[in-house]
C-alpha cells in the first residue's frame, strides 16, 4: 500500500483500479464547472430550443400559399372590357417597336391591310405569306391561279405614283383587283412606300423585313412563306395537311415543314459570241406556266426529260439537305439530318411562336431557316408537294457590295447564333434535353473556339 501525503505518487493510479481518474486546475476548466457558467450554458440551450420551436410553430401555423396553374394578368382598369391592353398604342410605336433595325421613316410608310381580302380565313388554314415587287404585279394572278387559300401579300413601292412617265402601281393592282375575283377574294395588301430620302439608292430592299411583315399580317394559325421569285406552289398544301392529321400535331409543335423547291431549265434564243452577256443572248423557259407539273409524278418526267431541274435553294451541290433520289421514291415524311446554314426553301409553320427572320440582312432567307434550326423545330420534307420557279422574270441582281456585306454578315451571324441559342439552352436547364441537339451538333466548331465544352446528351 501506498502512504498517504503529498507524495507525487498518490497522483497515479492504484494497480487495483479500473480507469484513471486525472484532475486538472486549469482556469478554464475552474470556469467552466461553475455554478454561473452552468447557469448560462442551460439558459442558452433552453433559448434556442424555444427559438426553433417558435419558427416551426410560425411556419406550420401560416397558410399556404396558392399556386396558379394558368394566371391570366387582369388589368387594374376596365378589367372586364374585351379590348386589348395596347389598343391604345399608335401604329407608329408598335411598328417601330416591331421592326427595331429600320429607322422611322421606313417603319411610318408601312400600311397594313391596306386593301384587305373579301374573304375571312379561318384559323386553321395556312396563308402563303409572301411579297410582290412594283413591277411583277401580274405574279399575284399566277398565284390566285395556283393556290386556292389566303395570302397575305407585301407590296414595297419604291416609286410614288405622281413621277412623270412613271406607272402607278397602285392603278395597276386596283385594276387587276376589279377585274379577278380570286385577286379580291384570297389576297391581303400590306403597302411599304419608300421615303423620298431613301430613293435612287443602290441599297436593296428589305426582304427579311417583308416576310415578317406578311407573316406578321396573316389571318390564319399557320403560313406558307414563300420568296418572290416566281415560284409558285404547284400543289394543294392545305388539302395534304387535312389528309394527314398527324401532321398537324408536328406544326403546332412547332416543326417545320419543306417543300422541294425546282426550277423550269431555260434555253438561249441565239447562240453566244464573245462580246455578248446572257442578257444580250436572251433565255427562255422550256415550259409555259400553263404546262407547269400539278403533280409529283408529271415533275419527275419533266426532270428526266431535262425541262425541270433541281432548284440550289433546296438542293445543295456540298451538303444535300434533301436527297432527291430518296425524294422520288418517297411516301412519307422525311427529317433533315445534315442541315445546311445555305438552305432556304419555301416552309410551312405557325405564324407565331416562331423565330422571325433577322432583319440585319437586306434578303438572307437561309439566316430565317437557320434561327429556326437552333432554336429546336425539326424540317420535315413533304413527300407530294413542291415549288415550281417558272423562269417568266430574270433573278434580283446584287451588287458586289451588298454581297460582300450579306457574306460578312452571315458569318458573324452563324456565330452570333449559335452563342445566342446555347446560353439560352443553358439557362432554361435544356442544354441536354432532345430540343438542343440541333444547337449541340451544328455549334461544335463555333462554342469549341470560345472555349464552351460540349456535352452530348
Same mark, same amino acid.
Given at each position: 500500500?501506498?502512504?498517504?501525503? !503529498?507524495?507525487?505518487?498518490?497522483?497515479?493510479?492504484?494497480?487495483?483500479?479500473?480507469? @484513471?481518474?486525472?484532475?486538472?486546475?486549469?482556469?478554464?476548466?475552474?470556469?467552466?464547472?461553475?455554478? @454561473?457558467?452552468?447557469?448560462?450554458?442551460?439558459?442558452?440551450?433552453?433559448?434556442? /430550443?424555444?427559438?426553433?420551436?417558435?419558427?416551426?410553430?410560425?411556419?406550420?401555423?401560416?397558410?399556404?400559399?396558392?399556386?396558379?396553374?394558368?394566371?391570366?394578368?387582369?388589368?387594374?382598369?376596365?378589367?372586364?372590357? +374585351?379590348?386589348?391592353?395596347?389598343?391604345?398604342?399608335?401604329?407608329?410605336?408598335?411598328?417601330?417597336?416591331?421592326?427595331?433595325?429600320?429607322?422611322?421613316?421606313?417603319?411610318?410608310?408601312?400600311?397594313?391591310?391596306?386593301?384587305?381580302?373579301? +374573304?375571312?380565313?379561318?384559323?386553321?388554314?395556312?396563308?402563303?405569306?409572301?411579297?410582290?415587287?412594283?413591277?411583277?404585279?401580274?405574279?399575284?394572278?399566277?398565284? #390566285?391561279?395556283?393556290? %386556292?387559300?389566303?395570302?397575305?401579300?407585301?407590296?414595297?413601292?419604291?416609286?410614288?405614283?405622281?413621277?412623270?412617265?412613271? %406607272?402607278? %402601281?397602285?392603278?395597276?393592282? &386596283?385594276?387587276?383587283?376589279?377585274?379577278?375575283?380570286?385577286?379580291?377574294?384570297?389576297?391581303?395588301?400590306?403597302?411599304?412606300?419608300?421615303? /423620298?430620302?431613301?430613293?435612287?439608292?443602290?441599297?436593296?430592299?428589305?426582304?427579311? &423585313?417583308?416576310?415578317?411583315?406578311?407573316?406578321?399580317?396573316?389571318?390564319?394559325?399557320?403560313?406558307?412563306?414563300?420568296?418572290?421569285?416566281?415560284?409558285?406552289?404547284?400543289?394543294?398544301?392545305?388539302? +395534304?395537311?387535312?389528309?394527314?392529321?398527324?401532321?398537324?400535331?408536328?406544326?403546332?409543335? $412547332?416543326?417545320?415543314?419543306?417543300?422541294?423547291?425546282? !426550277?423550269?431549265?431555260?434555253?438561249?434564243?441565239?447562240?453566244?459570241?464573245?462580246?455578248?452577256?446572257?442578257?444580250?443572248?436572251?433565255?427562255?423557259?422550256?415550259?409555259?406556266?400553263? *404546262?407547269?407539273?400539278?403533280?409529283?409524278?408529271?415533275?419527275?418526267?419533266?426532270?428526266?426529260?431535262?425541262?425541270?431541274?433541281?432548284?440550289?435553294?433546296?438542293?445543295?451541290?456540298?451538303?444535300? !439537305? #434533301?436527297?432527291? *433520289?430518296?425524294?422520288? $421514291?418517297?411516301?412519307?415524311?422525311?427529317?433533315?439530318?445534315?442541315?445546311?446554314?445555305?438552305?432556304?426553301?419555301?416552309? #410551312?409553320?405557325?405564324?407565331?411562336?416562331?423565330?422571325?427572320?433577322?432583319?440585319?440582312? $437586306?434578303?438572307?432567307?437561309?439566316?430565317?431557316?437557320?434561327?429556326?434550326?437552333?432554336?429546336?423545330?425539326?424540317?420535315?420534307?413533304?413527300? !407530294?408537294?413542291?415549288?415550281?420557279? /417558272?423562269?417568266?422574270? @430574270?433573278?434580283?441582281?446584287?451588287?458586289?457590295?451588298?454581297?460582300?456585306?450579306?457574306?460578312?454578315?452571315?458569318?458573324?451571324?452563324?456565330?452570333?447564333?449559335?452563342?445566342?441559342?446555347?446560353?439560352?439552352?443553358?439557362?432554361?436547364?435544356?442544354?441536354?434535353?432532345?430540343?438542343?441537339?440541333?444547337?449541340?451538333?451544328?455549334?461544335?466548331?463555333?462554342?469549341?473556339?470560345?472555349?464552351?465544352?460540349?456535352?452530348?446528351?
Amino acid at each position: 500500500m501506498f502512504k498517504s501525503g !503529498n507524495n507525487s505518487s498518490s497522483l497515479l493510479p492504484s494497480s487495483g483500479a479500473s480507469s @484513471p481518474t486525472y484532475r486538472s486546475n486549469h482556469p478554464i476548466a475552474k470556469v467552466l464547472k461553475s455554478k @454561473p457558467a452552468k447557469t448560462i450554458l442551460v439558459a442558452y440551450v433552453g433559448f434556442c /430550443a424555444l427559438f426553433t420551436l417558435k419558427h416551426i410553430f410560425s411556419y406550420h401555423s401560416q397558410p399556404k400559399p396558392i399556386v396558379y396553374k394558368h394566371f391570366d394578368l387582369q388589368r387594374t382598369y376596365d378589367a372586364d372590357a +374585351s379590348y386589348s391592353v395596347v389598343a391604345n398604342l399608335s401604329s407608329s410605336v408598335i411598328l417601330s417597336k416591331m421592326f427595331t433595325f429600320h429607322t422611322p421613316a421606313i417603319t411610318d410608310s408601312i400600311q397594313p391591310f391596306y386593301i384587305r381580302s373579301t +374573304s375571312t380565313p379561318k384559323s386553321e388554314d395556312i396563308t402563303l405569306a409572301t411579297f410582290v415587287p412594283q413591277d411583277e404585279l401580274s405574279e399575284l394572278a399566277s398565284l #390566285v391561279e395556283r393556290y %386556292p387559300g389566303p395570302i397575305s401579300a407585301v407590296l414595297h413601292i419604291d416609286q410614288p405614283s405622281d413621277i412623270p412617265g412613271t %406607272p402607278s %402601281p397602285i392603278k395597276r393592282l &386596283l385594276a387587276m383587283r376589279a377585274s379577278n375575283p380570286k385577286v379580291r377574294e384570297q389576297v391581303d395588301i400590306h403597302l411599304i412606300t419608300t421615303p /423620298a430620302t431613301h430613293r435612287q439608292t443602290t441599297i436593296q430592299q428589305q426582304a427579311n &423585313l417583308h416576310r415578317n411583315l406578311a407573316r406578321f399580317f396573316a389571318r390564319s394559325d399557320y403560313v406558307l412563306l414563300m420568296d418572290s421569285d416566281g415560284s409558285l406552289p404547284m400543289t394543294n398544301v392545305a388539302r +395534304s395537311f387535312e389528309q394527314h392529321p398527324q401532321w398537324i400535331e408536328k406544326l403546332r409543335a $412547332g416543326n417545320v415543314f419543306v417543300l422541294p423547291g425546282f !426550277n423550269v431549265s431555260t434555253t438561249a434564243t441565239s447562240t453566244f459570241q464573245d462580246d455578248m452577256t446572257i442578257a444580250d443572248v436572251g433565255l427562255v423557259p422550256a415550259l409555259s406556266v400553263a *404546262n407547269l407539273p400539278a403533280d409529283k409524278e408529271s415533275l419527275l418526267g419533266y426532270i428526266r426529260e431535262g425541262q425541270v431541274s433541281l432548284s440550289e435553294k433546296t438542293w445543295k451541290k456540298t451538303i444535300r !439537305n #434533301v436527297d432527291f *433520289n430518296a425524294w422520288a $421514291g418517297q411516301t412519307r415524311l422525311s427529317a433533315i439530318q445534315n442541315y445546311d446554314p445555305y438552305f432556304s426553301p419555301s416552309v #410551312v409553320m405557325r405564324r407565331d411562336k416562331m423565330l422571325w427572320c433577322p432583319e440585319r440582312f $437586306g434578303d438572307n432567307h437561309a439566316a430565317c431557316m437557320f434561327e429556326l434550326y437552333l432554336s429546336g423545330a425539326d424540317f420535315w420534307v413533304l413527300p !407530294n408537294d413542291f415549288t415550281v420557279n /417558272a423562269a417568266t422574270r @430574270p433573278e434580283n441582281v446584287v451588287s458586289d457590295r451588298e454581297q460582300m456585306i450579306n457574306t460578312r454578315l452571315y458569318q458573324k451571324f452563324h456565330e452570333e447564333s449559335c452563342l445566342k441559342h446555347a446560353r439560352a439552352f443553358y439557362a432554361a436547364g435544356e442544354w441536354d434535353s432532345d430540343r438542343a441537339r440541333h444547337c449541340r451538333i451544328s455549334c461544335q466548331k463555333v462554342l469549341a473556339v470560345w472555349g464552351l465544352v460540349i456535352r452530348q446528351a
